[in-house]
């Protein structure tokens, strides 16, 4: 993307973890590393090419950085990491997590 100049923005959701596996098989391996994913952008960039990354917190963050990727930067390949709760999910996708895991815990159907 950097080598052919592309001038895209990149969300990445970091909830430091698996919160639908959480739900539907809690285990000591959905305890992740947390990765540096701006500073991984970073060293792939290189100094190469256009390439912003930012790394927020809060919304107002979130919004001063879009504008940030729409106006200033608007020439670069832009990565904005947006650090959000680990449970912060919807009512929804635990309740279909649930679910999954109730069908996952069936023995197998005769075939």
């Keep these: 993307m950097l080598r052919c100049g592309q ?3 990149i969300f990445l959701i970091n909830n430091g ?3 639908i596996e959480v739900e539907i098989h809690d285990g000591p391996y959905n305890v992740i590393k947390n990765w540096n994913y701006t500073g991984l952008v970073d060293a792939i960039h290189n100094g190469e090419g256009k390439c912003w990354t930012a790394k927020v917190f809060c919304e107002e963050d979130l ?7 729409t106006g200033p930067k608007k020439d670069s390949l832009c990565f904005i990491e947006v650090i959000v709760h680990k449970d912060d999910t919807s009512k929804e996708l635990l309740e279909w997590g649930s679910r999954v895991s109730a069908a996952n815990s069936r023995p197998p159907n005769p075939q």
């Design 7 to 9: 001038k895209t923005i």
């Design 17 to 19: 973890g698996y919160t």
């Design 63 to 69: 919004v001063e950085a879009i504008e940030t990727a």
